[in-house]
């Protein structure tokens, strides 16, 4: 799929969408019933792309569709339409490595760069669930499991050589996508990018200090070198708590458009980055009902559930699975205690990104007292600056965890 978009590329509308999808046998059939009657809304609230909503009386269908730029940004950011199909063939992946993890897809077309999937009701976004204080049973298994399974079936481990180095190659055509992580989460930050903001003028003397520590900044740097030079598995590349979503008894994770092959600590440290600035927030949030401490407890407990149930699955996976048979425990645990030590790395690069960055997130936005806000916004930093510069000593999750309780 080339990166330019072909003749046969136009973005479709809510007006033109109804004639396209009942021209699609297969999502014909899904939907059922006359066309005419199909409702459409475009739902996209995400940075990049269109996303529609098809309802017909008995079913619905969800059609993301790429432009051939940044969405949020407007016409001057191109960004290729490739990703729809890097994002297409990242779905298949997972949903045979991670049956039941993501939605499932219906069509995908590449010449107009879309995909049509499984519509997920009433699931919705974590990050929301998060904010509100919705409790998740399933999360940490989900997650730990859904990690596991496609960061060990992605690898060397599971994938013969050939298979691998070609989906390597094939993967590598998404750069521009990492090109886009490379500048927002390790590089932007840390200089006078436009796109930046912070809560001004409070974090402004925390900013100017995160500028001018060089010990901080040596680690971003070497996070940097890792996630650009470790091709270990096949990555979502995106896995913050947007791209989770989320019912009671159902968990699944959307929108890996970032897909691309690098180190496992990328995905599980952007998932445990998120729910630690979840954490944190927590207290903001507070109610006369509800004084989010047991829930802050929770997420603090799910955190290390992730880990734990990652390290149980991948283990079950290193023994049941694994065919590079040399391969022996002590591979196992040295490769562990290295995913660890890099997760905890990138999760201080996303978190420190969300606040002084280009993109927040909604769990510290959404605290309107820009005084109280910018208290948070500090904790978080702290965490980050804790997690990157001690990440070869905090060998356990729970000292992580501690790392987050004890931050003041
Ligand atoms: P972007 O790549 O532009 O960030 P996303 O894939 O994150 O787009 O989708 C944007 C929003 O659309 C999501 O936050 C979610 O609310 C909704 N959405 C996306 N895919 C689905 C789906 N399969 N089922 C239900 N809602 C979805
Ligand atoms: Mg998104």
């Known amino acids: 799929m080339s990166d330019q978009p072909g003749e046969d590329y136009f973005p479709l509308t809510v007006e033109t969408i109804v004639d396209y999808l009942a021209r699609h046998e297969t999502v014909a059939a899904i939907l059922g019933g006359d066309p005419e009657d199909w409702s459409v809304s475009e739902i996209g609230d995400g940075n990049l792309n269109l996303v529609f909503h098809v309802e017909s009386t008995t079913a619905a269908i969800i059609a993301k569709q790429a432009l051939p730029y ?4 407007g016409e001057d950011f ?40 499984e519509f997920l009701a009433p699931h ?45 190659e094939m993967f590598a ?16 930050p840390y200089c006078d990018a436009v796109l930046n903001r912070w809560t001004s003028p409070q974090l402004d003397e925390t900013v100017a200090k995160i500028r001018s520590d060089d010990e901080f900044k040596h680690g971003i740097a070497e996070m940097k070198r890792i996630y650009k030079s470790k091709p270990q598995s096949l990555l979502h590349g995106d896995l913050h708590s947007g791209s ?9 994770v959307i929108d890996p458009e970032f897909a691309f092959y690098g180190p496992m600590g990328f995905d ?71 995913v660890l030590e890099d997760s905890l790395g990138f999760s201080a690069a996303k978190m420190t990104r969300r606040v002084i ?52």
């Not at 049973?137 to 989900?142: G, T, V």
Request: aromatic share 8%.
């Open 70 to 73: 940044i969405r949020a940004r």
């Open 78 to 117: 191109p960004l290729p339409l490739s990703r729809a199909y890097f994002e297409y063939e990242a779905l298949l992946r997972q949903s045979n490595r991670a049956p039941g993890a993501t939605p499932s897809t219906i069509l995908f077309d590449g010449k107009l760069a879309l995909t049509v999937m």
């Open 124 to 168: 919705i976004i974590l990050r929301k669930g998060l904010v509100r204080g919705l409790l998740y049973p399933r999360l940490a298994e989900d997650m730990g499991k859904f990690l596991a399974r496609t960061l060990f079936r992605g690898s060397q481990f599971s994938m013969s050589e050939a298979e691998r180095n070609a989906d390597i």
């Open 173 to 188: 055509g998404n750069s521009a996508l990492c090109d886009v992580t490379n500048a927002r989460v390790f590089t932007e």
């Open 244 to 252: 989770v979503m989320v019912t009671e008894d159902d968990t699944r």
């Open 268 to 338: 599980v440290g952007a998932l445990l980055a998120n729910l630690l600035i979840a954490y944190i927030v927590q207290p903001a949030h507070a109610s006369d009902a509800d004084d989010r401490k047991s829930y802050a407890s929770w997420v603090l407990e799910t955190i290390e559930g992730v880990w734990s149930i990652f390290v149980e699955e991948f283990t079950h996976l290193w023994h049941s699975e694994q065919i590079m048979t040399a391969e022996n425990e002590r591979a196992l645990s040295l490769l562990l205690a290295e």
């Open 357 to 408: 960055g280009a993109a927040h997130v909604e769990d510290l936005e959404s605290i309107a007292n820009t005084d109280e806000r910018a208290i948070y916004e500090k904790k978080v930093l702290t965490v980050a600056r804790t997690l990157l510069l001690e990440r070869k000593e905090l060998t356990r999750i729970d000292a992580v965890t501690a790392v987050a309780r004890n931050a003041r």
